[in-house]
């Protein structure tokens, strides 16, 4: 029997994530209405794409285009492992990223482009299959699209800034230094700065060096240290700090502290 689990968000209705595993999961004809981004871990599989075959290996990454046909048909006793990313195609015409339209042709990746989206894809998975924060969970997934579109699937490190970009930031830092214990998303930010989140992410990374989720997951922990002087109970602390998990709250303080929560308290 094959084991499939779907992992979603709430605040982020147009991003859905499927981890399946099993030799029986063949698909006849179909399309999605979404964006689907795929990478095979395990085993391989034949794909039929709008009346092509593609031989599809592990390690290999695939997309099909909102109302493509395709069909998957795995190979005979292998254990098919794959993830795959349902993106609504109405977030990707808010994005303003460069070159967006390119994911409308399906693609079979190969080399290094490849091997670096299949690290990013990989990272959208984990961050919604936890509890990270939406913010942490949108930005892996514009991340990972802003390599899918492009030519080399690496950041431009040598784009430079005026004083425009430079108020964008600062009111960007404004708005989560006021409400870092919130689950802040993309779409908020956007609606507050008033510019589309992937320039939104991508000046605020040049200017900070950290994309926006990190930056307000500093400003928690920074809360966190503080209140733990206070001898408050652990567990209240991550709830006020704005962690809905106590777990994920002692791994991303130890992270930056170099100590879990309880370690600090008890040597202030």
Known sequence: MANVTFYRD??????EAKHCQGSDLAYQKHFHEEYSIGLIRRGETQAWCDGLNWRVEAGRMISFPPLMMHACQPAEEADWTYDMLFVKPEWKDRLELPHIDRLNIPFLLENVKNEVCGKLLANVVRSLS???????????????????????AFD???????????KYVKAVKAYIHA?????????????????SRFHLIRMFKKSTHLPPHAYQNLLRVNHAKAALKGKKPIADIALDAGYYD???????????????????????
């Not at 709430?10 to 991003?15: R, S, W």
């Not at 969970?137 to 899918?148: C, D, G, P, Q, Y």
């Not at 994920?248 to 370690?263: E, L, N, S, Y």
Request: net charge negative; proline share 4%.
């Open 10 to 15: 709430e605040a982020l209705p147009f991003l």
């Open 130 to 152: 936890r509890s990270d924060s939406p913010l942490e969970k949108e930005t892996a997934l514009i991340e990972l699209v802003r390599a899918l579109v492009s030519k080399n």
């Open 156 to 166: 431009l490190e040598h784009e430079t800034f005026g004083e425009k970009e430079q």
């Open 179 to 195: 409400h870092y214990r919130e689950r802040i998303t993309l779409e908020q930010l956007e609606q507050e700065i008033g510019i």
């Open 246 to 268: 106590q777990s994920h709250f002692a791994k991303a303080f130890a992270r930056i502290v170099g100590t879990t929560p309880h370690q600090y308290s008890v040597s202030v």
